[in-house]
């Protein structure tokens, strides 16, 4: 099964994340797309980088709810956004890393501006360090309802083509695979310490 | 028994946090309760990330005494203050990170407050960023009983629900289980970086 | 075969830079020379910490042509150009570092300027800390021909006998075998991490 | 035999600080005493972190002289000095970090001082975080045997009791065993890493 094959890939990116420091914890979650109607999220309160198989739940895409009855992610709401915006979306992650924490308070307005660096091209479809590269950063909330359909109502579907920030929180980013969410999170979250990096030093 | 999957889980732990350099050069302690009286403490002189089972003591939480003769970790009087104050309390980790001993000089007062960070959900009972997190830092003192003494009469048991920092010298931290205080441990320390990062650049 | 043995070290060379996360994100490619002719390249798109042999490409030093069709890296153009100018030249590695990155972006001109760091002499002919060692900083460009023809032109021989930084993208270094430009990679990226906290603190 | 013990801590030691990155691109060397005569050193040019008790040296600790042929570390006379000005050093570690080499260049005096922080217990005698520790800071030079006479001459065996510091250079220390001196290492470069970042924050 396809869905399987996603699954045991995504089991393997959390404990690469986890090792990595970027779910603290217990924080973060992660999901793979079944279909058109349903995906798996990691459950609440688990070590992120030490999931199994057996810690996703199904949820469905179209109402966030869970028919096994137990609870998944807090922020599944973002999840399923993602899967309804983009049905070429297979992955989502959501990490708190501290560099994605951090330079979201950092940026006053509503985006990230990334240029002059190689690795902008780590992300689907850029071509060139030339480019502006804009990240989306939303102001946190602990009503995932209600800031889901702030993302929605206030952003292009091209502004959220690989992913956004929550301010003090983290990094949400998605792919067409395991392998190309991955991939984004890798390159986004080495922009964002490059990006700290030299805010430090240019300003002076 | 149950106190002695607790050293088990303690032992994991230490194995964990001196992995991450959060104990280095034999300092840190880190214990267990087992009832009312008694607690087990790490021993001192120890590097902490390699401690096994029998590298613990039992220490009265009454008077700090060790019946058998070894001597517990410098630091026992915290321990067992804890214990003292929270019934609740089954594991308390004191380490030495450099995250902890640096922002707690950097704290002129005698509290950090920690706000607009989604991450201060990962303490027990906190469920908004929009909260103003408060964590005591006290004086160092090599008199462990007058620092213990002074930590009791100067706070509340509320600002002592998660922990203290100690002024250029590391963090206290406990929870309801090891599982708890590990966690309590690791949303602290991510904390603190955060926030030294972004003292760093906010201040520009 | 010599250069069987030169692969398989850098397969190693290529695990060892990968763990240390200085080819995120599919980021940075990997040479060694086969002969006057021929040098092996590593395939574009792969993760560079967990390459196998199989995926290094034959390529022509003279003209970047891959025999077998599969695609080399992006830089191919940086590996043969360093291979035509010096014929001792065993071994290529270009890193995305993060240091790498943001410190080509801070020198302005066309050279970083390291001096009174003993560990200057990690570098081949290097002997001592007094010296001004100068490592030649080229704008980035997507258009690789160019930017060969660019670094060929406008630098001597002598500049470029350890490496280059490209503004915003990495660093290209190599070595007289595997060993030695795993040494200069790992000299290299020491001093830019010192270089970068010096610069922070120094100039308060 | 007792040396053949020591060499054994000294290669598990190297191993540990190797993987710190604490000697990289083969910088920094190691020693152990077997006598009053003789010591043993790392050779020359060899990884540190992937030492084997066939890459140390039986080196003179009156002249220097390495009965074997074969050469030992260029910095053989630091570590004989050591073992002249006390008997009770059994091993000596130098070694190359970021923050030894950035910190002792911005001291700009001959020596730095540490105080406030509870690990200055790490090392031997001190027992107060309100103490003012002092390091030494000798300017670097490459030639080792003014460098050695000089440290002698212008410093008490009281300031060099738990090492020193080479400016832009990296750190000497020792210990009354192998297990002390990586003690003081450990401990001295947890300090160092505070002092850094106390610098970068508390003069703003």
């Known amino acids: 099964m396809t869905q399987q094959l996603q699954l045991a890939e995504l089991v393997a ?40 198989e057996s810690d996703f739940l199904q949820v469905s895409i179209a109402d966030n709810t869970a028919p096994s009855g137990r609870t998944p992610s807090a922020e599944t709401g973002l999840h399923t956004l993602i899967y309804r915006l983009f049905p070429e ?15 979201s308070r950092l940026v006053k307005g509503n985006r990230l501006t990334l240029q002059g660096y190689e690795m902008q091209k780590s992300l689907r479809g850029q071509s060139s360090h030339l480019d502006a590269l804009q990240i989306p950063v939303f ?40 392998e190309e969410a991955r991939r984004h999170l890798e390159g986004l979250e080495f922009l964002f310490e490059c990006e700290i990096l030299r805010r430090r030093l240019e300003v002076l």
Do not use: Y
């Open 13 to 52: 990116a959390c404990r690469w994340l986890g090792a990595k420091g970027w779910a603290p914890a217990t924080g973060g979650n992660m999901s793979v797309r079944q279909d058109t109607q349903w995906c798996w999220l990691s459950e609440s309160g688990k070590d992120k980088g030490s999931l199994t």
């Open 89 to 103: 979306a297979q992955a989502v992650l959501h990490v708190h890393t501290v560099n994605a924490t951090v330079l």
């Open 139 to 178: 102001d946190n909330d602990q009503d995932i309802s209600a800031l889901a359909q702030r993302i929605h109502s206030g952003t292009s579907k091209e502004d959220l083509q690989w992913g956004f920030l929550l301010r003090g929180h983290g990094l949400t980013c998605w792919g067409r695979n395991v």
